[in-house]
């Protein structure tokens, strides 16, 4: 749970889920009229900054010609964590390139916890088997030495053993800022739910993307053999370099050079794999999906006979991008509580959207039997609460009452109502968005990615003439065939975008009531 973005905090209520479900398509196709989208694959040689290369971005807008294409940090979305910005047609020379990444990596091995890789093994068995170490959760180090104990003064020490050495969650303060880190953890249930999960498969191998509270059992001496691969290098202090590696989920990227052989040696007889990832919300999809395409590939050619599984917890409301980028990753209705998260833990009011995406048959996961039951139409376990929905061919996702809407052609929650302005089901007080539509055509039905005016080029510069009603999906667009036409249609579609939002800003018509 440490790559970049944020997950929700306590001052959010239920329709937050909605502005994050609206953050990702506004990725693809924003209703403001402006969007930001990733391009893959990065170009080669992209920039560094100390979280990794960074991923290469365009921003593109209603009425607009050019779009601005620029490179960012992978980690954090916000500009105020990691300033790194370099447009494409400005990059870094060569010998930039270079200086920058050996300072970033200079800055990264000044870090008061770092440990080469040579020296973790020691350093980790002497963490472990010593009477009297402490730790301090200020600096977030060992005291190893007696003498060090005075730089640690007024701060927050604890007498560690080898049950708190090899539990670092235990331990270490977690990194919970919403637009950094996010690292909430598993709770109890939760975490005992996936280890069984887990266990019962007999995978021989375990790799952990963000998820150390799942680590700390299997490496253990539980078996699957695991391996922790995090963008928190504070882990390093706990674990020698076989069983943990510096690595950013966005980018996949190993921040050590040997880091990428490391994890080969420890798949090197790997049959059975399992793949658990629990990134932040507010990373799109496109990128863990790449990340996790790359990861299957190093392990098919390291072993081209391994069976390889995933487990990729997300938010249900983000369905559709899971889908989009991993369509084989079927949603196991399973809650996913955090024990330090302000809304989605056990006894809030607020229920929590994380679920659990996965390749392996739904039908082999049993859920407690205490809140859910098992559904003959879906073949898997869902909540109790919900009816099976024969117009969607499916259970709904979320674990409270539901309906279906004809206009959006899925269930929603039972109160909301469909407004017609918005395009979607929304509770009956919310503050009205346009409806989504393609930057390219200005139409609705479809992504910017996907346009019918573009073919063979996805950065849109090759148009072609569709006919109406003759397109794959059966929707109807305008028919564009010259550049006049195409600088009409966005400018008229501008004009529209600043009237509504005029509006939206009269005090009377500030709140829509639907229905």
């Known amino acids: 749970q440490s790559t970049g973005s944020f997950k929700l905090s306590s001052t959010l209520q239920i329709t937050s889920f909605i502005e994050i479900g609206t953050m990702h398509a506004k990725a693809e196709h924003g209703r403001d009229g402006t969007g930001v989208e990733v391009i893959l694959p990065t170009p080669p040689n992209p920039p560094h900054c100390v979280h990794g290369p960074a991923l290469l971005f365009e921003r593109f807008a209603a009425g607009e010609e050019?779009?601005?294409?620029?490179?960012?940090?992978?980690?954090?979305?916000?500009?105020?964590?990691?300033?790194?910005?370099?447009?494409?047609?400005?990059?870094?020379?060569?010998?930039?390139?270079?200086?920058?990444?050996?300072?970033?990596?200079?800055?990264?091995?000044?870090?008061?916890?770092?440990?080469?890789?040579?020296?973790?093994?020691?350093?980790?068995?002497?963490?472990?088997?010593?009477?009297?170490?402490q730790f301090c959760q200020t600096c977030c180090v060992f005291i190893v030495a007696p003498d060090e104990a005075g730089f640690h003064t007024n701060h927050t020490l604890v007498r560690t053993n080898y049950k708190s050495a090899t539990n670092p969650s235990t331990l270490l303060p977690a990194l919970t800022s919403n637009e950094g880190n996010a690292q909430y953890l598993f709770n109890t249930n939760t975490t005992q739910f996936i280890t069984d999960l887990i266990s019962k498969k007999k995978f021989s191998h375990l790799i952990c993307l963000g998820t150390p509270r799942v680590h700390e059992i299997f490496s253990s001496g539980k078996k699957p053999k695991s391996m922790l691969l995090d963008l928190d290098d504070r882990f390093m202090q706990f674990y020698p370099p076989t069983v943990f590696q510096h690595y950013n989920m966005s980018s996949n990227y190993f921040f050590e050079e040997e880091g990428e052989s490391y994890l080969r040696m420890f798949l090197k007889k790997s049959k059975r794999v399992a793949l658990i990832l629990d990134p932040p919300f507010g990373v799109l999809a496109r990128v863990i999906g790449?990340?996790?395409?790359?990861?299957?590939?190093?392990?098919?050619?390291?072993?081209?006979?391994?069976?390889?599984?995933?487990?990729?917890?997300?938010?249900?409301?983000?369905?559709?991008?899971?889908?989009?980028?991993?369509?084989?990753?079927?949603?196991?209705?399973?809650?996913?509580?955090?024990?330090?998260?302000?809304?989605?833990?056990?006894?809030?009011?607020?229920?929590?959207?994380?679920?659990?995406?996965?390749?392996?048959?739904?039908?082999?996961?049993?859920?407690?039997?205490?809140?859910?039951?098992?559904?003959?139409?879906?073949?898997?376990?869902?909540?109790?609460?919900?009816s099976h929905c024969t117009k969607c061919g499916c259970c709904p996702p979320m674990d409270r009452a539901s309906k279906h809407c004809t206009k959006c052609e899925r269930c929603v929650r039972d109160h909301y109502l469909h407004c017609s302005m918005c395009e979607g089901c929304r509770p009956a007080v919310h503050h009205c968005k346009l409806p989504s539509v393609c930057h390219r055509c200005q139409q609705p039905g479809h992504k910017r990615r996907y346009c019918p005016l573009v073919t063979g080029n996805s950065n849109g510069s090759d148009a072609i003439s569709v006919p109406e009603n003759k397109l794959s999906d059966g929707k109807s667009y305008f028919t564009l065939s010259t550049d006049d036409q195409k600088r009409n249609l966005r400018k008229e579609r501008k004009r529209k975008n600043k009237e509504a939002k005029k509006t939206a800003k009269k005090p009377k018509v500030a709140t829509t009531t639907v229905g």
């Not at 494409?88 to 080469?116: C, G, H, M, N």
């Not at 399973?334 to 229920?351: A, L, R």
Request: glycine share 2%; charged share 30%; hydrophobic share 30%.
């Open 66 to 133: 050019e779009q601005k294409k620029f490179f960012a940090c992978s980690a954090y979305r916000n500009r105020k964590d990691c300033s790194l910005y370099v447009l494409l047609d400005k990059p870094w020379t060569k010998s930039k390139l270079a200086e920058r990444l050996k300072i970033f990596q200079e800055e990264r091995k000044k870090r008061k916890w770092y440990v080469a890789n040579t020296d973790r093994s020691a350093r980790v068995q002497t963490v472990r088997t010593s009477d009297n170490m």
């Open 290 to 386: 790449n990340s996790i395409d790359k990861l299957r590939d190093l392990i098919k050619e390291v072993n081209p006979d391994a069976e390889v599984t995933v487990y990729w917890i997300f938010p249900y409301f983000l369905t559709k991008h899971v889908s989009e980028v991993q369509p084989t990753l079927k949603m196991c209705h399973f809650m996913v509580e955090y024990d330090n998260h302000p809304v989605f833990k056990k006894g809030n009011s607020t229920k929590s959207p994380v679920r659990i995406y996965t390749d392996q048959p739904l039908s082999e996961i049993v859920l407690p039997d205490e809140s859910y039951r098992y559904c003959e139409q879906c073949k898997s376990g869902v909540p109790k609460v919900v």
